[in-house]
């Protein structure tokens, strides 16, 4: 059976601005297993991105309980959070968002000394993800000089600089074409297939078929899930065809 790493119970989101509320996440229960690659689909405005934002810790919850590895966190101080976001956790965002005046290398690196391992470690492993995104050879280049494939890779790459338990990626292919898409996918498949818990928001069902758990969120809540390791299907296009009929059966 396999583990829970993350867990939300009764997860509420309420955004106020002035008098105005909006109750985003409701009551939400979600586990997250240990080494799956867990999709999260749904409709535009579901609340997709804000829970992703929850359970990483970069936004708060409103009420409701988080732990990881079984200890709550959602009560802890600022710098416990900080560090939990430094060293067990990763994050992809749609765009790169990587420092313009810094090169490929240190863009990976510093994320990598903000960590708690040593400068040694970092070195070696930056050079390692370099050759994982197969981006040795760009190295010194500066974001400018990348496609936005390549500045994707990098992204993927700072995220693991810190060897997170968990990676978290929020439409990681929706700023790509479709050649850069697949070789994001397939880095992230990659890393996945080392042990890496992922947990994706995505609108792209080519996307969605590398995972193997997909959570539909609608209104807030969880509104179904489809487990696709239960039909022990290997190809990506039948993989599609699961997810089609599961989102559109939930009126996607
Ligand atoms: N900081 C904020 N302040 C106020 N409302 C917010 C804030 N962030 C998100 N919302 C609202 O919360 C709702 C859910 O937003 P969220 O970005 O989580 O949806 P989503 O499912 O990821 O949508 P999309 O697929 O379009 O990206 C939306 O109605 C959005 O306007």
Redesign the pocket.
């Known amino acids: 059976m396999k583990s829970i790493v993350l867990e939300g119970k009764s997860l509420c989101k309420t955004?106020t601005?002035g008098e105005v509320s909006?109750n985003?996440i409701r009551n939400l229960d979600v586990e997250v297993y240990q080494g799956d690659f867990t999709v999260i689909m749904?409709t535009?405005?579901?609340?997709?991105?804000?829970?992703l934002y929850l359970l990483s810790g970069i936004d708060d919850i409103t009420s409701g309980e988080m732990y990881l590895n079984e200890k709550r966190i959602d009560n802890l101080k600022e710098n416990k959070m900080i560090d939990i976001r430094r060293n067990q956790i990763g994050f992809v965002f749609q765009e790169p968002n990587l420092i313009d005046d810094f090169s490929v290398y240190e863009n990976i690196i510093i994320t990598g000394y903000l960590g708690t391992k040593n400068r040694k470690e970092v070195h070696r492993n930056t050079d390692e993800l370099l050759e994982k995104i197969d981006m040795i050879e760009h190295k010194n280049k500066y974001p400018s000089q990348l496609s936005g494939g390549q500045k994707q890779r990098v992204a993927i790459a700072r995220s693991l600089i810190n060897n997170p338990n968990i990676v978290f990626a929020d439409e990681p292919t929706g700023a790509l074409n479709a050649k850069q898409s697949k070789q994001a996918l397939d880095l992230l498949s990659n890393i996945n297939g080392s042990g890496q818990t992922i947990l994706m928001?995505t609108?792209d069902l080519k996307a969605a078929c590398r995972g193997n758990r997909i959570l539909y969120?609608k209104d807030g809540k969880i509104d179904g899930e489809l487990n696709l390791d239960q039909f022990m299907v290997d190809s990506l296009e039948e993989r599609e065809k699961y997810i089609f009929d599961f989102i559109m059966s939930k009126g996607w």
């Open positions: 955004f601005n909006a985003v749904g535009s405005g579901a609340g997709k991105s804000t829970l928001v609108h969120i």
